[in-house]
């Protein structure tokens, strides 16, 4: 099982970016996916959470109304629209996989939100 993230990147405040994190390796559609991010002296936190069936969670209180949480079941892939980006979204993003007792992470992709 492999999770890769890509789509990271430096943006300026108040741009976008779409994460992507591909998934190979098993069977995507029976796994609640979702995407975590960690910045700097910080605790990694829940971003956003899409279930098996296609029902999505925002978690976090300062991404709520600028983050939308996708899947794509034939693309085995998961993605994190962010608009209205601000320095405080500077973080890594990981993706994980979790059915259980399985438990997948990804290697992480670094988003820098700065001018």
């Known amino acids: 099982v492999q999770l890769v993230e890509s789509g990271g990147g430096l943006v300026q405040p108040g741009g976008s970016l779409r994460l992507s994190c591909a998934v190979s390796?098993?069977?995507?559609?029976?796994?609640?996916m979702s995407w975590y991010r960690q910045a700097p002296g910080k605790e990694r936190e829940l971003v956003a959470v899409?279930?098996?069936?296609?029902?999505?969670?925002n978690y976090a209180e300062s991404v709520k109304g600028r983050v939308t949480i996708s899947r794509d079941n034939a693309k085995n892939t998961v993605y994190l629209q962010m608009n209205r980006l601000n320095a405080e979204d500077t973080a890594v993003y990981y993706c994980?996989?979790?059915?259980?007792?399985?438990?997948?992470w990804g290697q992480g992709t670094q988003v820098t939100v700065s001018s």
């Open positions: 899409i279930k098996s069936t296609g029902i999505s969670l």
């Open positions: 994980r996989a979790q059915s259980w007792p399985f438990d997948y």
């Open positions: 390796g098993y069977s995507f559609s029976r796994y609640d």
